[in-house]
Every structure is written in structure tokens, then in C-alpha cells.
């Protein structure tokens, strides 16, 4: 609040006796200021308000390869939600997603945690818990691809081992390909919710602990019943980072598997390419793109409500 | 007076560095003790040592006759109450002051009374059901101390409790302290760097610098005859005035300042007669030095030139030369004072402290 | 025990015994958790070490017992990616050509952003601001073809001028975010005081705020550089089939290659792929970490 004012206070020119007009306001004050914000504008503007508008809209068309086509209300969503495809895309995401999400959390949480009692080593071992995350969805995806890979992977080193029944062929078999994607995108993406967790337990005012010890509480249980709820911010934000990034979930899908086998593992993300680019149907892309959307503001919801809602705790 | 804690020869050691040096301290039953020093002196360090959340390196603690050296906090016998309230956010003042009883077992009944009564001895009943983030801190303090009381221990302890509250409320809490202490008489340890604080609410105040007890002492005499220089520096706002010179031990001493001033001191009762010649230090507050007629009848007067006034509203406060050196005196505030004016001030050394310039120890 | 320490008048350090049984679980457990986090990079090293005859064997785990640098090269120099056999290095190169520039590019514009948003806040400023944290949100897929038209309009579309582009708009967020947070961590005093001086807008951005903000210049450009090295779906839509990205390269030979699968070749071209990001990680290490927890945490 004081900041507003004070930036405010600064923005006006003190010298001027007659109050500056409106077009002395809107063009003249401050302009260099405007000058550096214009590219923060523009893009705002014309990128993350006007193509989502436009995108929107074309959804509504019947465009084929190029956005010329006529307005069809809303036919392409029902065809796409018709589609055999987009409804495998779909709920592949949801159960990858809710599984992917869980998981990452509670073992990220976990992880932190451990890092957190004062552990030897403790920068080294998270530098290994968070290089995958500087890898690329793609070199994460043909890593695993390889270790998963059933005849000469996992797989067959342990046959080779002596355990002649060994299976492990999750990335070829059409009902435990999304689980193969799991540990892919889990190992990928657990060190950094890790990185976000500790930052978060490391936030947590020190004298809560001493008095914890004071009144007696065990370890578990001052972590369970009075950390983890004073760790709802970040826990609520690292939710949404996580659950934004898996709806467009990509990269590590076509490395991994493509879609396949069959059709068995593909994601929303790779459905609008696909019909955007390959075959040539610009408006049931961009209904699908716009379903993802509508899918991100639902994940946003609970940021939101923290962010903007009434402020209590803080 | 039977000891409530008592500290052994304790030291603290976080690798090479000594932070506690082999202290002593043995706190009556009832008693309020301060540890007061600047930051950095290790009184904090003192606190957590006796509380049982920081290991010690060598030495005992004994609270309440048993050798505690090797308990856990919550086996101790004590409560505390920390700086930044350290109150549970998530949960109601209820089950703040709860929890901990909660966690250990103990009867619902029991905790019942027991937050019932420390809600009535701190006057937060309206309150139980609030979240501390809906509580004005002088509130949360409450609470924090409430947590302590439904502990039903015999010592208290205090990490600079009032430091995160505005003045107002900092010294409305520091009676209530006072108070508490009155009603409860249970032993207290109170950390803190203000030494309102500590004149106010001690019986007796430790003061503290390297990880040492320099002075253990009631206020009065911390205040009056303080050990040493640092001490004596230390306490008192403005501080003491200093004055270099020679002491001259004799059947009349004399202290001489470094400009050939003297200053018969035969009044002052010394630790030890003082022999021979040497260099020291004559303290004197500004409040003991007097100005005017009155000025004549002490041991010690002379005339000085005023160089800066500063007028606090119950008194003045004036800056001037004795001797060459600078000192500050405090006048009535219905005394007029202005720059350039020649007063004659005097002062009694028997109400001042004479130091050694080596040891800085009193003489 | 118990016996000892009943005798025993407590006095010092509790005693207490080297690995206590909670230790060894704690220990036990992030040891075991860190081997299976090294497995993929250790699987990837020494398959890329590997002839293929010893990776027909089967086992992924071996150490390779005859080393051979060949995959790599072949990998770097004439592995085929697609219809021709350049192998990596003209991926390298190119991915080269777009994270420079990109990387420069976007973190000015949000530097420059960031520190109009502190100070010179104008009206609107805070909605715009807003609104670019939300954009974050928006799945690229959504803007995708629009952003292509325009590209297009612009005539830059298919050439390494539309990725910079994009990279420029889609990193702002984020690092308007970062730079706004750390130019408001800076005393206010200081801006004021230039102000007094006379200093004006760039002047004061030049001489006085970007000197002290080597640190978040430093995490701004580890995230761009990691981030834009590490992208897949512009680099396929936008550069162009010339300026194909490593990763795209790198997928086109791995996924798309007739005939024999060479593993060992994937494999070090994989590493050569990943070479970049994790010399920067590893390098950087603690300021990759603080650039991905500040820009999450606090937002």
C-alpha cells in the first residue's frame, strides 16, 4: 500500500502549479517509464489477451488448414468430445495428472523433509535429487525409453540376473504405458517441488520449533500438525506451478512413447498439435486447446482464492 | 534461599568458538533474574542452554534440586516464551494453550482447568477461540506467556519477550510481567537488551558480555557500583561520565584529571585503600552532578561553559567540558539553560565509581 | 545404558551413540533415493561407452568393458536425423544461434519491465502485471497459431528471428516476476536519491540498479539459457526445418531411424543434448536453485 503512494508521489512532477492535462498525463509523464513497459504491454496485450480471444473464437469455426472457416457454435466441441481420441488424450491426463500429482507431492514433501534434519551432505544430495529437472522433456523421455526399453532394458538385465520371469514392459503394454510415463515425469519433476517444500519448511520461523520442544510434541507430529498447515502457500502454490506445467504435458510424451502403443498413451497437448499442424483441422485444435485452458483456470482456482481471497492467516 | 536453578561451570562451545565460558549462576526460588548484555553476549544463548534446546558442552544445570543436564526441554520443569510469540498459527488460542497437554496425555478435565485458569489469570477468555493471526501482538504475548502457565512449572523463562511490541505496550506488558511474578512467585529467567526492562522487572540482573557474567547484582547496585567500566557504561541512559586522570593514594586521595584537575575523593569508600599512584577513571552520573549554590557544599566544584542544551521534558540535559573532557549533566527541566552560559556545577565522588584504567575493575 | 547413565552425575554433552536408529533409516533412505535419481545418467554414460554387440548382452547395468568414443562421434558428426546424416552438431549450432540471442533479448526487456513495475509505476501497471503472471498459466497450445500468423505477418516466420520471439514473450513472465521482486528488495532510499540527483529513467537503470543486480541477472539468465536450450515445441513450430533445435534433432534420431537401433549412439547423443543444461546446473548449482524457488515462492 505505502508503495503505491510513494511511487505515486514520485510520479508527479512536483514543479508543475497547474495540474497537468490529460494528454500531458497520458503521453508525456513519465515516458521513458512507458517506453520500457511497452513490450510488457504489447505482449499482454496482444499475446496472452488477443491470441487466447482469437483462439477462442476460432474454436467456434469450421477452419480446416487455414482460420477462414464459418461460425459452427459449438459443433467442434462436441465433435471433439465424440472423439474416441480426445477422450483417451483426456483421461490419460486426468489419471497421469491426479497420480502424477500426488506423487511428486507427497514424495517431494517427504524428501524435503529428510533433507531437513541437518543431514551430511545436504547440497550434494540435492543437487541430485534436482538435476533431472534441468533436463529436457524429450532427453528425460528417451532415457527412460531406454532403461524401459523390454528386451534389452530393466527388463532383460534381470532375466540376465537369474529372475527369469522378470517383467517389466510397461512402455509397450497399453495398460501400464501411463505408469511408465509416471515414473518418467515423477523422477523428472520431484527434485524441484523438493526444492520448493524445503524452502518453505527452512521459512518456518525457528521458535516455532523450540516451542514445539518446549510443550513436548514429537518430531512427526510438529511437522504434520503444525508445519505442514503453516506451509499451505507454498504447498497451494507449488500445486498449481505442478498441475499448470502437467496439462501441457509434451515434450516427454513424444520422446517416451509418441502416443503409443496405439493410442494408448496420448495427452491433450499432443492432440491439438497433431490436428493444428498434421491433419489440417484448425478449429477442433483449438476447441481442444481452448478445453485445456478452461482446465488451467480450474487448477488456478485455489492459487487464486489464496492470492486474492479474504486475507487471514498470513 | 533454596536454588531453583543452578548453573555449573557451564560452557558452550559451536566449534572453535566459545560462546559460553564456564558461567555460574544460582537463581533463588521466586526470584526474577535478567540477563541483560548487548546482542551477541550470549544471554540468549544462556536461555536455550537452561531450557534444554541447545546442547551444552561442558557443566550442569540443576532446575528445581534435579540435575537436568541430559533432559529434554519438555522434562525440565519449564515454559517459555519467545520473541516472536512462536504461537501455532493454525490453531485457536485454545488449543495453542492446549497442545502440548493434549500431546502428552493428560486428562481432558485437567487441561480444561488448566486453560481455564491461565485464560483467567491473563484475561484472555474472549479470545480463546480467535487465530493468533486475529490477535494484536500485546494479545499474542498473552497467549505465548499463557502456554507457559498451563505448563504448571515452577520456572519461566523469557527470550526477550517485548522486543517485537511498539513502546506503549512494552511497558503496559512489563507491569503485567511484574505482576504475574507477584501473583505467581515462581521463578523467572528473563533475556533482554533493554535495560529499562531489566532495572524494572529484576530482583537481581546479570549482565553479560563474551559469554561471561561480568555483574550479578539487584538494580540497585548494579546501578550504584558497578564492577567495572563496562558495566558501569553499559547501564544508565545517558551513560556515566568518564573522566582520565591519575589517583593519588594518600591519607587525603586525590584523583587528578589529565589537565592537572583535582578531585578530593576522600569520601568515596574504596573496595581497598588506595596505594601509591595510579592511572584510573572517575565515573560520575549526570544525574549526581549538581548545579548552582548547592554546587559549593560538594567536595568538587567548578565553573564550566554550557556547549549544547537538549531539553527532554522532565529534564534537561546539558553538554559540557570539567576537566577538559566532555560530560553531560542533568538539570531541572524549570532551569534555564542556553549555550555560552557559565554555571558552576559540583558533584559528591562518593556517589561516583572510581576505576582502575588497567584491570577497569572498581577501586 | 540406562544403568551407566543413572550412575553417572549428568555433566557436558549428553552421550549419545554415533548412529542412532533413526539416523540410519534417515540416511538409508536418501541414499537409496539419490542412487535411484543417478541410475538414468550412469544407464545413459555407459551405454554411450558401449559397442552395440555388448549392449545386445542385456544388461543395462554393466559398467562397458571395452570403451569406445565412436557412438559419440558418430552421434556429433553423422547420425541421421530425418532425410540427412549431419548427425548433432548442426542441432548443437543451432540451438547455439537461438538460445544467445533469446536469452539476451528476453532477459532485458524483463529487467528493463521489472524495474519500471518497482518504480515508475504508472496506471495500469499492477493489471498489466497481472495479467502477464496469468498468461503464464495459459497452455502454449492455445496461442500457438495465432502467435504463427503473426510470426508470419512479420515475415520472420520459419527463421531464427520468430523463435527469439517467442522465447522473448513466453519468458517474460517469470522473469518480470523475478526482476520485479528483486528490484523491490532493493532500498528505496537509493532510487530516490538518484532521483534527486537528477538521474533519469535509463540512467539510473544503467548505473545504478543493474550494478547491484549481478545476482538476479545471473539466476535470470541460468533459467533462460537451461529453459530455452531445453525447448521442443518451438523449435519444431517456429525455426524451420534449417534451425531445427538439438532437441528436436535429437528426437528425429532417436525416434525416427530406420533400420539397426543404435542405443549407444541415442545414448550419447542424448548426453550431448542434455551437456548444456547440466554443466549449467551443475555449475551454477545453488543459483538454479534460488532462481526456481524464487520465482515460485514468492509469487
Known amino acids: 500500500m505505502t508503495d503505491i503512494q510513494h511511487a505515486g508521489a514520485l510520479g508527479r512532477p512536483v514543479t508543475a502549479d497547474r495540474p497537468p492535462g490529460l494528454l500531458h498525463n497520458l503521453f508525456v509523464r513519465n515516458l521513458s517509464a512507458k517506453v520500457a513497459a511497452t513490450p510488457m504491454v504489447v505482449i499482454v496485450l496482444v499475446v496472452f489477451i488477443g491470441c487466447t480471444l482469437w483462439s477462442l473464437w476460432f474454436s467456434f469455426t469450421d477452419s480446416r488448414s487455414l482460420p477462414n472457416g464459418a461460425f459452427v457454435g459449438w459443433e467442434q466441441y462436441e465433435r471433439l468430445f465424440s472423439a474416441r481420441r480426445w477422450r483417451i488424450s483426456a483421461t490419460n491426463l486426468l489419471t497421469y495428472g491426479i497420480f502424477s500429482l500426488v506423487f511428486t507431492m507427497v514424495v517431494g514433501f517427504l524428501l524435503a523433509v529428510l533433507m531437513d534434519q541437518k543431514i551430511r551432505f545436504e547440497s550434494g544430495f540435492r543437487t541430485i535429487f534436482l538435476y533431472p529437472f534441468a533436463l529436457s522433456g524429450i532427453v528425460t523421455g528417451l532415457v527412460w525409453q531406454w532403461i524401459m526399453n523390454p528386451t534389452l532394458g530393466l527388463q532383460s538385465t534381470m532375466r540376465g540376473l537369474g529372475w527369469t520371469n522378470f517383467t ?147 | 534461599m533454596q536454588s531453583s536453578v543452578s548453573i555449573k561451570d557451564l560452557s558452550l562451545n559451536f566449534g572453535a568458538v566459545q560462546v559460553l565460558k564456564g558461567l555460574d549462576l544460582e537463581v533463588g526460588q521466586g526470584e526474577f533474574i535478567v540477563l541483560l548484555g548487548p546482542s551477541g553476549c550470549g544471554k540468549s544463548t544462556l536461555l536455550n542452554c537452561i531450557a534444554g534446546l541447545l546442547e551444552v558442552s561442558g557443566g550442569q544445570i540443576f532446575i528445581g534440586g534435579k540435575n537436568v543436564t541430559w533432559s529434554e526441554p519438555k522434562d525440565r520443569g519449564i515454559g517459555m516464551v519467545f520473541q516472536s510469540y512462536a504461537l501455532y498459527p493454525q490453531m485457536s488460542v485454545e488449543r495453542n494453550l492446549s497442545f502440548g497437554l493434549r500431546v502428552a496425555g493428560m486428562p481432558r478435565d485437567e487441561i480444561e482447568r488448566r486453560v481455564a485458569r491461565a485464560a483467567e489469570i491473563l484475561q484472555i477468555q474472549p479470545l480463546l477461540q480467535r487465530k493468533p493471526a486475529n490477535l494484536s501482538g500485546g494479545q499474542r504475548q498473552r497467549v505465548a506467556i499463557g502456554r507457559a502457565l498451563v505448563r504448571d512449572v515452577d520456572v519461566f523463562l523469557f527470550d526477550e519477550p517485548l522486543s517485537n511490541l511498539d513502546a506503549k505496550l512494552r511497558s503496559d506488558l512489563r507491569v503485567e510481567i511484574k505482576r504475574l511474578h507477584q501473583r505467581l512467585k515462581n521463578t523467572m529467567i528473563y533475556v533482554t537488551h533493554d535495560q529499562i526492562e531489566a532495572l524494572t522487572l529484576a530482583d537481581r540482573i546479570a549482565i553479560m558480555r563474551g559469554g561471561e557474567i561480568q555483574q550479578l547484582a539487584d538494580p540497585h547496585t548494579i546501578y550504584n557500583k558497578p564492577v567495572n567500566l563496562y558495566v558501569a557504561g553499559f547501564i544508565g541512559s545517558p551513560s556515566m561520565n568518564f573522566l582520565q586522570g591519575t589517583l593519588n593514594g594518600a591519607t587525603q586521595p586525590m584523583f587528578v584529571a589529565e589537565d592537572g584537575t583535582q578531585v578530593p575523593v576522600s569520601t568515596y569508600a574504596f573496595e581497598a585503600a588506595p596505594q601509591g599512584s595510579s592511572k584510573a577513571v572517575l565515573g560520575v552520573r549526570p544525574e549526581h552532578i549538581v548545579l548552582g549554590d548547592v554546587a559549593r557544599t560538594m567536595p568538587f566544584s567548578t565553573e564550566v561553559e554550557i556547549e549544547i542544551v537538549e531539553p527532554m521534558g522532565s529534564d534537561t540535559l546539558a553538554w559540557t567540558r570539567i576537566a577538559g573532557q566532555p560530560v553531560t549533566f542533568r538539570a531541572d527541566s524549570d532551569v534555564l539553560l542556553h549555550v555560552g552560559q557559565k554555571v558552576l556545577v559540583g558533584f559528591d565522588p562518593a556517589r561516583g565509581s572510581i576505576f582502575d584504567a588497567q584491570s577497569t575493575n572498581r577501586l | ?91 548443437f549450432w543451432n540451438s547455439v544461434k537461438i538460445t544467445l540471442p533469446s536469452t539476451i533479448v528476453s532477459v532485458f526487456v524483463a529487467a528493463v519491465s521489472g524495474y519500471a513495475l518497482v518504480n515508475w509505476r504508472f496506471k495500469g501497471s499492477e493489471f498489466f502485471f497481472t495479467c502477464l503472471l496469468l498468461g503464464s498459466f495459459i497452455p502454449y497450445q492455445v496461442m500457438l497459431y495465432p502467435m504463427v500468423m503473426i510470426t508470419a505477418q512479420l515475415k520472420i516466420f520459419g527463421t531464427l528471428w520468430a523463435v527469439i520471439l517467442v522465447h522473448t514473450v513466453f519468458g517474460m513472465p517469470i522473469l518480470t516476476l523475478l526482476f520485479r521482486n528483486y528490484f523491490a528488495s532493493l532500498p528505496q532510499e537509493l532510487f530516490k536519491a538518484a532521483r534527486v540527483d537528477g538521474a533519469g529513467f535509463w540512467r539510473i537503470f544503467f548505473q545504478i540498479m543493474a550494478p547491484m543486480s549481478l545476482p538476479i541477472f545471473a539466476v535470470a539468465i541460468i533459467l533462460q539459457v537451461t529453459g530455452i536450450w531445453n525447448d521442443f515445441l518451438f523449435g519444431v513450430v517456429f525455426a524451420g526445418t534449417q534451425n531445427y533445435p538439438m532437441t528436436v534433432q535429437l528426437n528425429n534420431i532417436v525416434n525416427s531411424a530406420q533400420g539397426v537401433r543404435e542405443y549407444n549412439v541415442n545414448m550419447a547423443a542424448t548426453i550431448l543434448t542434455a551437456a548444456v543444461p547440466l554443466i549449467v546446473y551443475f555449475v551454477s548449482g545453488k543459483w538454479f536453485v534460488r532462481g526456481i524457488a524464487a520465482g515460485a515462492v514468492k509469487g
Open chain 1, 168 to 314: 517389466f514392459d510397461w512402455i509397450t503394454n497399453t495398460d501400464m504405458v501411463l505408469y511408465a510415463l509416471l515414473i518418467a515425469g515423477t523422477w523428472h519433476g520431484t527434485g524441484f517441488v523438493m526444492v520448493l517444500m524445503l524452502a518453505g519448511l527452512r521459512g518456518v520461523d525457528e521458535e516455532i520449533w523450540k516451542a514445539a520442544r518446549v510443550d513436548g510434541i514429537p518430531t512427526w507430529r510438529t511437522y504434520l500438525q503444525i508445519v505442514l498447515p503453516m506451509m499451505r502457500g507454498v504447498i497451494v502454490t507449488t500445486l498449481v506451478i505442478v498441475g499448470s506445467g502437467l496439462v501441457r504435458t509434451y515434450d516427454l510424451v513424444v520422446a517416451l512413447t509418441n502416443g503409443g502403443p496405439g493410442l494408448s498413451s496420448e495427452v491433450p497437448a499432443k492432440y491439438v498439435i497433431n490436428y493444428m499442424f498434421n491433419a489440417g483441422n484448425l478449429g477442433q485444435a483449438l476447441a481442444a486447446s481452448s478445453v485445456m485452458l478452461a482446465a488451467v483456470f480450474v487448477i488456478l482456482i485455489p492459487w487464486i482464492v489464496v492470492e486474492f481471497g479474504p486475507k487471514k492467516a498470513r
Open chain 3, 1 to 91: 545404558m540406562a544403568s551407566i547413565a543413572a550412575t553417572i552425575e549428568p555433566f557436558g554433552p549428553r552421550p549419545r551413540p554415533f548412529f542412532t536408529p533413526t539416523r540410519i533409516i534417515i540416511y538409508g533412505i536418501i541414499i537409496v533415493a539419490a542412487l535411484y535419481y543417478m541410475l538414468p545418467l550412469y544407464v545413459m554414460i555407459t551405454t554411450s561407452l558401449k559397442g552395440l554387440p555388448e549392449i545386445r548382452v542385456g544388461n543395462i547395468f554393466a559398467p562397458p568393458l571395452e570403451v569406445t568414443f565412436e557412438p559419440w562421434v558418430k552421434a556429433w558428426t553423422s547420425a541421421c536425423t530425418g532425410l540427412t546424416c549431419n548427425g548433432l552438431a548442426p542441432g
